[in-house]
């Protein structure tokens, strides 16, 4: 039987339940740092991506009507990670579309439906079904501090080499430069949310594994983007240039 | 570990900070130097952070694109956007009562 952690145990069991499914271990993202990539690769995961991060106001605006108002700071939180997503200041999604077309995509591919892989689809039914069903901190924990939390050491791995080996330009890339930042605050503050109302064995117990749950579904997000269009050409590649 | 000294309203606050932290991630989370520093979009479009580098400006590196666009000729004075900034020296900075419009 597990015992009640304190905030500084809990918070170390948090970071570990996500580091060994990190999203930065999967073979997408070892070939993006890498440069290995081409842009019609990136583009790819752009409309892919749009279909992931695109609603993630809408997960958090159902996890906003269920959090209890009693946990004030929580859902102050949660509206302003929706305001800054939507109209703080640029929509996220229209600097991610800004990103896309300079990788030689459309806005309307990226925000057709159809265009997402079946494992995106999933990851993206995953975190509607977190957001409406599971107990708002476990929610919480699920989806700030199991996924977005990731973001800042994500993106500060390929945004250089957005720059350097591929060749954008820093407004292409200001999707990227933003979620440093902006997913910096609203992973911390998930954690501080997280570590104050977990508050019995069964709710630290439940957010741990939600966090494992959700890195090893954006791990498996990442990793489906190579198969799909990574490795899916290199194996049609001997054939086209036999036909 | 950096020492950040901040000047507003004629008080100055100072305390320590990590190595490599941005000032508005910390005041994000609501840690030195909230709630004293003004803020917003975090993204280097509001300029609403805008502060003067009083001491160890040299220690930044060249201001971005971003703080370019924003700031212009305040750039010259000493002007440079907190959000964009992750500080690994002692910096001492001034922030105007009221933000530039």
Redesign the interface.
Known sequence: MSALMNRDEFRTALEDAIKGKSANKSPFSLAWAGGTLSRAHLARWAENHYHYVGPFADYLGYLYARMPDRYTEAKDFLLANMYEEEIGGDRHTDLLIRFAEACGTTRERVIDPDNMSPTTRGLQSWCYAVAMREDPIVAVAGLVVGLESQVPSIYRKQTPTLREKYGFSDEEVEFFDLHIVSDEIHGERGYQIVLEHANTVELQQRCLKICEIGAQMRLLYTTALYHDYVVTEEAAQPVLEAA | MPIITFHKGGQVYRDEVKDNT?L??RA??KQFPYPHLRY???????SKCACRVLAGAQHLPPP???EKKQLGERLDAGYRLA?QLWVQHDIELAQDETAAA
């Open positions: 941005n508005v991630v994000g989370i917003e979009c975090g993204m280097g479009k509001c971005n694109w971003k959000c």
